[in-house]
């Protein structure tokens, strides 16, 4: 399994990104997740396979939207009314093999990682 992001850019705060990840397999969930330097990696949104469901963390709800693309195997985070401390490196990732939980952003097997892409607010 592949993963590729892109979209990551330096923007003023109050601005908007959307970030996209390419991957090769589509029949799992799938999640969003940022590192910050000096802290911990956090989950930041993800999305059930089909699309209907998605979790968010407390700090991004509202200004985050998290959607998949099956037809084009593409995950998306639109990401509006960034602040400073949205800056990190974010990385997509594939779902755990066991599917949708209600921990899905807190729980383990997220298995496959992509590179990852740098959001700086300022």
């Known amino acids: 399994v592949q993963l590729v992001e892109s979209g990551g850019d330096s923007v003023q705060a109050g601005g908007s990104l959307t970030l996209s990840c390419e991957y090769t397999e589509n029949s799992r969930c799938m999640g969003w997740f940022r590192q910050a330097p000096g802290k911990e990696r956090e989950g930041v949104a993800a999305?059930?396979?089909?699309?209907?469901?998605?979790a968010y963390a407390d700090s991004v709800k509202g200004r985050f939207t998290i959607s998949r693309d099956s037809a084009k195997n593409t995950l998306y985070l639109q990401m509006d009314s960034l602040k400073p401390e949205d800056t990190a490196m974010y990385y997509c990732a594939r779902g755990p093999s066991d599917g949708w939980s209600l921990n899905m952003l807190a729980r383990a097997g997220y298995d496959s990682w992509g590179q990852g892409t740098q959001v700086t607010v300022s």
């Open positions: 999305v059930s396979t089909g699309g209907g469901t998605t």
